[in-house]
């Protein structure tokens, strides 16, 4: 099924410079000065997607991109510092330094005649066919996100109805939500993802697109999930986004294997809330969070447990994630070590190794993971100073120092006596 929209022929609402809160002074200097060239160029030049949502509500934007009706290749001509990246999606990088502003040819989406004859090529040609800013607009996945900035006169246009979904703080699909989810099911996770992050609703009929369509995110390509599931934990919203997704049946499909219950739910958004205070979070913690209530639960009672056994439990725990997402070894070795430092915080001092655990590169990490478990369970909260003050030098050592190992003295034999010299028949006598 193939996504035709309806382009209708009313005419787009255009928002002037007075009615609208976007000003010159908030947008990224040298993506103006590729604006404003492309402008005095003849073609069409307009600050496209997040970045005018962002604007619009009075948010800092991530970035800035740039759509015109110029092709990349006079985009290249225009610009000295300009480079064409992309097979499948032709796009022009103009860059300031490190900075790159990207810039999109508007593209329409391709109708029977404009596709060669092999099918195998269908997809490199259907991402490369130019239309018109409205054509653009309507190829786009939702509606707040398909709003442009005019460098012309400074205008907002609106050709699918985007401001109003603005104003109501409503998340709407382009076109019929069925179709475009069919076509990519990732969008059902980046819509939870937007109307968490803005603080938006779904609109009646995404949402039961959601329900109706969810299983099929299971067949999307394992890598693009794990980005957008690392996207949920860098915009602190993995918890909000994983609890609404269990609701509406679509987790099971997303992440097998993985329980998602309130207790879950609850550290995810204790991580998020840590990110937001300014701890970076990365792929090792994050993994370790999603599994650490699961590993919590099979850890055994008996108090003979070996090390061995736990490193078992937790390399369990974590295979299917990590064979699922083909992650290298090293995130997986780096998660299994948080739950085993987990394991190990939460049995208390006074146990075989801790001198080398309290020097572990890694304990400070394992002791965040298990201060955001005991804030969500209000359990071995006195664990957590009991150990700050070890990882800080305070305290008495729990495990004695070991003597050092006696020396051995060897034992000597006694020395033979050299023989004596025999007389030579040649001396005299």
């Known amino acids: 099924m193939s996504y035709q929209p309806t382009i209708p022929e009313t005419p787009p609402v255009i928002l002037p410079r007075a009615e609208h809160s976007i000003s010159r002074q908030q947008i990224d200097p040298d993506t103006l000065k590729v604006l404003y060239r ?30 015109t009706d110029a092709t990349p290749n006079q985009v290249k001509k225009l610009f000295r510092n300009c480079f064409l990246v992309g097979r499948r999606f032709r796009l022009a990088h103009v860059r300031f330094g490190d900075k790159v502003v990207e810039v999109a040819t508007f593209r329409r989406l391709a109708e029977a005649d404009d596709l060669p004859e092999n099918p195998e090529d269908h997809r490199l040609f259907s991402e490369n066919i130019f239309g018109t800013p409205q054509q653009d607009a309507f190829r786009r996945d939702f509606t707040i996100n398909a709003l442009f900035y005019d460098i012309a006169d400074f205008s907002i246009v609106d050709f699918v109805g985007g401001l109003e979904d603005l104003a109501l703080q409503r998340l709407r699909v382009i076109g019929d939500p069925l179709v475009r989810f069919t ?56 918890g909000s986004v994983l609890r609404s997704a269990g609701s509406m049946g679509l987790l099971p499909h997303l992440l ?66 990590c064979g699922y997402f083909h992650l290298s070894h090293g995130i997986r070795h780096h998660a299994r070590e948080l739950l085993l430092g987990f394991f190990r915080l939460r049995r208390g001092r006074g146990q075989r190794g801790e001198r080398r655990f309290l020097q572990h590169p890694m304990t400070s990490e394992a002791l965040d993971l298990f201060t955001l478990w005991c804030e969500i369970t209000g359990s071995d909260r006195q664990l957590i100073t009991v150990w700050q003050e070890a990882m800080a ?13 006696k020396r051995r003295r060897r034992r000597r034999g006694k020395r033979r006596a050299a023989p004596s010299a025999a007389p030579s028949d040649s001396a005299p006598t």
């Open 183 to 238: 076509e990519d099911p990732v969008r059902m996770l980046r819509a939870l993802e937007f109307a968490a992050r803005l603080g938006f609703s779904l609109d009646a009929a995404t949402r039961e697109a959601i329900y109706t369509r969810g299983p099929l995110i299971a067949e999307a390509a394992p890598a693009r999930i794990r980005e957008e599931l690392m996207e949920l934990f860098r915009h602190r919203v993995a």
């Open 393 to 405: 030098g305070g305290g008495e050592p729990s495990e004695p120092a070991a003597a050092p190992p």
């Open 38 to 67: 492309l402008h005095r160029s003849g073609f069409k030049a307009y600050l496209v997607g997040g970045g005018v949502r962002d604007l619009l509500l009075g948010r800092t934007p991530k970035d800035f991109d740039v759509g």
């Open 256 to 321: 097998a294997g993985f329980e998602g219950d309130e207790e879950t739910f609850d550290l995810l958004e204790r991580l998020d809330a840590r990110t937001a205070a300014g701890t970076p979070v990365n792929e090792s913690f994050a993994l370790a969070a999603l599994y650490l209530p699961r590993f919590s639960r099979a850890l055994p009672t008996e108090k003979d447990v070996t090390i061995t056994d736990i490193v078992q439990i937790a390399g369990l725990i974590l295979a299917p994630h």
